[in-house]
């Protein structure tokens, strides 16, 4: 099985950097790379990226490049995303959600965190 | 990138109705499409992946189609629980693309 546990939500002023953990539990933490979904409020979801968390090799949708990194930390089984210079289009709830393969190629996420609401807000 | 396009954007059911949501790909895809369903508040949940293989748990009234760049989700005697909304998803192509999602709502 599997769990995913998010950090809490924040508010953020704009130009800030907002930080948020996605702690795995339950199987084996190397060996599933971890995505990253956006949801404005009321609009629909947005893939920002995932992360190997053997070796620690991010891949980002072009939309985020340069402002987003993502990283883990294998001693405590959690994957971070940081988004940095945000605005208030960046106001939404983000979601990690853990890969399953299948066709060698093809992907699906059947464990998801909770959401965390991050606001940008002056 | 990869367009995903769901229609209808909304539609009004009744319990116990047949739905169809269809979704079109940019370019073909071939059977790497997934659907999930969302509720307020809350994380999607996966109901097919692959076109067509119903996840496990998931009820025998969800039901999957297509190939390529034309795809089906078919919610036989809708029930309460299924008023949500739905998106589709690829994953043949980074960045992974969503539809932008079909609200069903009660008639």
């Known amino acids: 099985q599997g769990q995913l546990e998010q950090s809490g939500a924040e508010v953020k002023k704009p130009g800030a950097s907002v930080k948020v953990s996605c702690k795995a539990s339950?199987?084996?933490?190397?060996?599933?790379?971890l995505h990253w979904v956006r949801q404005a409020p009321g609009q629909g979801l947005e893939w920002m990226g995932k992360i190997n968390p053997s070796v620690g090799n991010a891949t980002y949708a072009q939309r985020f490049q340069g402002r987003v990194t993502m990283t883990r930390d294998t001693s405590t089984s959690t994957v971070y995303m940081e988004l940095s210079s945000l605005r208030s289009e960046d106001t939404a709830f983000y979601y990690c959600a853990r890969e399953e393969i299948y066709y060698v190629s093809g992907s699906y996420w059947v464990f998801w965190g909770q959401g965390t609401l991050i606001t940008v807000s002056s | 990138d990869i367009q995903m396009t769901q229609s209808p954007s909304s539609l009004s059911a009744s319990v116990g109705d047949r739905v169809t949501i269809t979704c079109r790909a940019s370019q073909s895809i071939p059977n790497y499409l997934n659907w999930y369903q969302q509720k307020p508040g809350k994380a999607p949940r996966l109901l097919i992946y692959?076109?067509?293989f119903l996840q496990s748990g998931v009820p025998s009234r969800f039901s999957g189609s297509g190939s390529g760049t034309d795809f089906t989700l078919s919610i036989s005697n809708l029930q309460l629980e299924d008023f949500a909304t739905y998106y589709c998803q690829q994953s043949y192509g980074t960045p992974l693309t969503f539809g932008g999602g079909t609200k069903v709502e009660i008639k």
């Open positions: 692959a076109a067509s």
């Open positions: 339950a199987y084996t933490f190397s060996n599933y790379n």
